[in-house]
């Protein structure tokens, strides 16, 4: 059984990654009337989706009994106000980073994107190193230097990449371009910190969840406030939501369940693999579906 819910969960990384990272970007270069909607309000919503995701799968573990369920949360959330106020750090940088990705996406095509992230790989094993002190083998810090080889490869301008080039203007990639770095690094950092927290409290992976989302929420709604005020007062809150949108948010909300179930019956060496999946995956569909990335050599 465990087997089976190991792949399983291995194999849903894989579809939610890719088609996170596609549809989030087809949604954010799609041609249509009225205004387009919000990344801030969506980022909001996707964590409070998360958030009922999570109560849903402490319900079902408390038996599917409403008292046990509000003990559990009482007594794990209310009644331990300083372990809930560990997780404000890596939720605040986890918004912020959920919000840079929607500009990557924006200003970057789903290739370049993906490849590009994968300096988070780089960055969570330098704050593994410096806050786990966790040591690393000759293999892997091989495996770091290609990995970087491959980010500059996939950044070096070439001939037929031209006139992309005049269409996506050089200010715009650089904009894509520092939003994914400083994803990376915030990536990287709450990834490692929230990892900290896990292996130091006996807190289960959903109740940890239910405290990421709800500082997430707040954060996110203080962005949506301070960068999006005057156009939600003006055309309201879900302006320019559609199913494709829909999808976005629920793939987001998706992914940091995913995630728990890969840590819980899987590990990070598989999950490298669904990871590295992933990308091959929206690289060939970014080509022949979207065509908006035409590989060189």
């Known amino acids: 059984m465990s087997t089976n819910l190991k792949y399983l969960s291995l194999g849903i990384l894989v ?26 309000t969506a980022v909001v919503i996707a964590e409070l989706l998360k958030i009922t995701a999570c109560i849903l799968l402490v319900y079902k573990d408390s038996k599917c009994n409403l008292r046990s369920l509000n003990r559990v949360l009482h007594d794990e959330i209310l009644n331990k106000p300083m372990e809930t106020l560990k ?14 990705l929607y500009v990557a996406l924006s200003n970057l095509d789903a290739a370049t994107y993906q490849v590009t992230y994968q300096l988070k790989i780089l960055t969570t094993a ?14 892997q810090w091989l495996s770091l230097v290609i990995l970087m080889a491959g980010v500059a490869f996939v950044q070096w301008p070439s001939d037929s990449q031209e006139a992309a080039t005049k269409e996506l203007s050089a200010g715009s990639q650089f904009v894509g371009l520092m ?22 409290t006996k807190q289960s992976v959903w109740i940890r969840n239910i ?29 320019g939501y559609n199913q494709l949108t829909w999808i976005v948010v629920i793939l987001q909300a998706l992914g940091g369940l995913v995630i728990a179930a890969v840590i819980k019956y899987a590990d990070n060496i598989l999950k490298g693999f669904a ?16 065509q908006d990335f035409v590989p060189t050599r």
């Open 15 to 40: 579809f939610q990654t890719t088609s996170l990272v596609l549809t989030m970007r087809y949604s954010r270069t799609l041609k249509e009337e009225g205004p387009r909607y919000l990344s801030s």
């Open 87 to 100: 997780l404000a750090i890596p939720s605040g940088i986890y918004t912020l980073q959920n919000n840079l």
């Open 126 to 139: 330098l704050f593994s190193v410096s806050m786990l002190s966790k040591k690393l083998g000759v293999y």
């Open 179 to 200: 939003a994914v770095l400083i994803a990376c690094f915030s990536s990287g950092f709450a990834g490692v910190y929230f990892e900290k927290i896990l292996k130091e």
């Open 211 to 239: 405290q990421l989302g709800f500082f997430g929420s707040i954060f996110g709604l203080m962005g949506v406030y301070i960068y999006d005020g005057e156009l939600v007062s003006k055309n309201g809150f879900f302006q």
């Open 275 to 290: 990871t590295s999946l992933s990308i091959i995956l929206s690289t060939l569909i970014s080509y022949f579906w979207l």
